[in-house]
């Protein structure tokens, strides 16, 4: 396939389709130029946790409407302003 053609498909990749294509395309001419490029173990470990944050499904809290914990809060500062003055 000419490079023309490849360009507008390539083009059209996700972000992350276009890195991993980079990386591919990285170790073929590493390879072809004679040297292998071997992932280290923590270039391993590094993918597998990025992996697992991939597959986690993310759970954003927010102090907003939650008026117990203002309330505990402000209990703690009072608690701790009345060590500090004695």
């Not at 990386?23 to 923590?42: D, I, N, R």
């Not at 203002?70 to 009072?78: C, D, F, R, V």
Request: negative net charge; charged residues 20%.
């Amino acid at each position: 396939m000419p490079l023309t053609e490849l360009l507008p498909v390539v083009s059209q990749l996700s972000h992350q389709d276009k890195l991993r294509l980079i990386h591919f395309l990285l170790l073929a001419v590493a390879k072809e130029e004679g040297y292998e490029l071997q992932p280290t173990e923590t270039q391993a470990q590094e993918n597998l946790l990025l992996q697992q944050l991939e597959a986690t499904e993310a759970v954003v809290w927010s102090p907003y409407g939650a008026h117990g914990a203002a309330q505990t809060l402000s209990e703690l500062l009072a608690a701790a302003r009345q060590e500090d003055n004695a």
